[in-house]
């Protein structure tokens, strides 16, 4: 039997304290990893063994961008989704841009 378990959060900060989180994290075969603060950004390179490069990824980057960990792989990505469309419209987190 299989087991999964999903979840998304913009601040690791509270995740990362716990120990039960901290294994789960550890032992995800798919992450996702956006912008990060500087305090997440370490904890996160010490649990999944993110070096210096890698973390540029998710220091102080626009929207769309990051780095996503699949299995042992850390893979960098720029997502620029084209915003004169509805799709973006719909999607869009920031109602205050049009």
Partial sequence: ??????G?????????????????LANSEFIIM??????DRLELAKLLNISEQELSYITNVGSGQG???IGSSLIP??????KNT???KLMNTKPNIK
């Fill in 1 to 6: 039997m299989v087991h999964s378990a999903h």
């Fill in 8 to 24: 998304i959060t913009q601040n690791l900060e509270d995740l990362l304290q716990s120990h039960v989180a901290r294994t789960m």
């Fill in 34 to 39: 956006l912008n990060q603060a500087s305090t």
């Fill in 67 to 69: 780095l996503i960990k």
């Fill in 77 to 82: 990505f720029i997502n620029e989704f084209p």
């Fill in 86 to 88: 509805k799709l973006y």
